[in-house]
């Protein structure tokens, strides 16, 4: 059975930096590309972070461009997003989703339930 659990959210002062971990179990974690996702209150889903399975490609949208970074580490099944410069705008439900094999970037077939970020003064 594929499972994703996050874990790292929580609640930080603008500015602050947290780290997301994404744990992946019951498929071969290296053989996918892995995103995050996150949905802010009221607004639909945004693909914030891409990394494909050897983290030779990597993608950021322009809203975090500069202040987030994705990694893994594929001999622990982990997908990370470190995120610096926090700002209000970023409070939201931070998932990971696994891209289908062959699927298309804003394609996915598992997903997290996701983790609570909220960024407040």
């Known amino acids: 059975e594929v499972q994703l659990v996050e874990s790292g959210g929580g609640t930080v002062q603008p500015g602050g930096t947290l780290r997301l971990s994404c744990t992946g179990s019951?498929?071969?974690?290296?053989?996918?590309?892995m995103s995050w996702v996150r949905q802010a209150p009221g607004k639909g889903p945004e693909y914030i972070s891409a990394?494909?399975?050897?983290?030779?490609?990597?993608y950021y949208a322009d809203s975090v461009k500069g202040r987030f970074t994705i990694s893994r580490r594929n001999t622990e099944n982990t997908l990370y997003l470190r995120m610096s410069s926090l700002e209000f705008d970023d409070t939201g439900l931070y998932y990971c989703?696994?891209?289908?094999?062959?699927?298309?970037?804003?394609?996915?077939?598992?997903r997290g339930p996701g983790t609570q970020v909220t960024v407040s003064a």
């Open positions: 989703v696994r891209r289908p094999l062959g699927g298309g970037p804003w394609e996915y077939d598992y």
């Open positions: 019951g498929f071969i974690f290296s053989n996918y590309d």
């Open positions: 990394i494909s399975g050897n983290s030779g490609s990597i």
